[in-house]
């Protein structure tokens, strides 16, 4: 059987051509949170890194539903906070966490956080995921726990602990809070942060039922280098992609 074409993200050469890209994503990723229930009164943001201007970021209005957002709502935020583009204004939590996360990994082009459920309660164990499953293991020894709650994040210095806490990984369980996750694209993150919430719903239900099995480290190592890469990440989103645009078209405005 011959071997199938593989999918690629795409390339660009043009900076407002990939900026609109990263905004249809972004948009996109907001309304699947909204389909999956991620949507917590004012909390939750996914940000894009501009790539014009490589210290500013798109992220969510304050305050608006996730479900109802379109590209042309986006708002552009500068290293200082300032609003440059987007008449809306910007969760403080947001700035204060995503500023820092962007600044301290220029590698990442998105970074995406919400209150969901599994997720915060998993986050009140205080624990790392287990290699439990396949898709768990996208995490071995690829995520951390930041493990000191002192409240809603309002200070820029608290977000650099919790991008400390991140390091080089591709996410962060912040204990009593919630989950974080970046990437290098949008696709990325917002898909490690919907497989990362999935891994913690599954995990919650193993422990509830019984003892679970783990899967030995060797193979839990194998596992995450067989569906832990970036480009993994960037394909998970796919499917996810064309599914909302195809039903709800009117986010690309």
């Given amino acids: ?3 199938s074409r593989e999918v690629r993200p795409p390339s660009f050469h043009d900076v407002a051509a990939e900026r609109l890209h990263r905004k249809r994503r972004l948009a996109a990723a907001l309304r699947i949170f909204a389909r999956l229930g991620y949507c917590e009164g004012v909390a939750g943001h996914i940000t894009a890194r501009d790539p014009g201007r490589p210290d500013h970021f798109w992220v969510n209005p304050y305050a608006r539903w996730f479900g109802r957002l379109r590209v042309s709502d986006l708002v552009l935020v500068n290293e200082a906070g300032r609003v440059v583009e987007g008449d809306a ?3 403080v939590a947001a700035f204060a966490i995503h500023s820092q996360v962007h600044a ?3 590698d990442c082009v998105a970074a995406a956080h919400a209150h969901s459920v599994a997720g915060k309660a998993w986050s009140s164990l205080g624990r790392l995921l ?3 499953t396949q898709d768990a293991c996208v995490f071995y020894g690829d995520h951390a726990l930041f493990d000191d709650y002192t409240g809603v994040v309002l200070d820029v210095e608290e977000g650099k602990r919790i991008a400390h806490r991140l390091g080089e ?3 962060v369980i912040l204990r009593n809070h ?3 996750t970046v990437g290098h694209s949008v696709d990325e993150a917002a898909w490690w942060f919907i497989t990362m919430d999935r891994s913690c719903q599954a995990q919650l239900l193993a422990e509830a039922a019984g ?4 899967i030995d480290a060797e193979t839990a190592e194998l596992a995450a280098a067989q569906v832990g890469g970036h480009h993994a990440g960037w394909l ?3 499917g996810l992609y064309e599914w909302i645009v195809a039903e709800e078209p009117d986010l690309l405005e």
């Fill in 89 to 91: 204004p910007v969760n």
């Fill in 1 to 3: 059987m011959p071997a």
């Fill in 104 to 106: 301290a990994r220029p």
């Fill in 178 to 180: 919630g989950l974080l």
């Fill in 130 to 132: 287990d290699p439990l």
């Fill in 236 to 238: 998970g989103f796919q």
């Fill in 211 to 214: 003892t679970p099995i783990l």
């Fill in 169 to 171: 990984a591709k996410a």
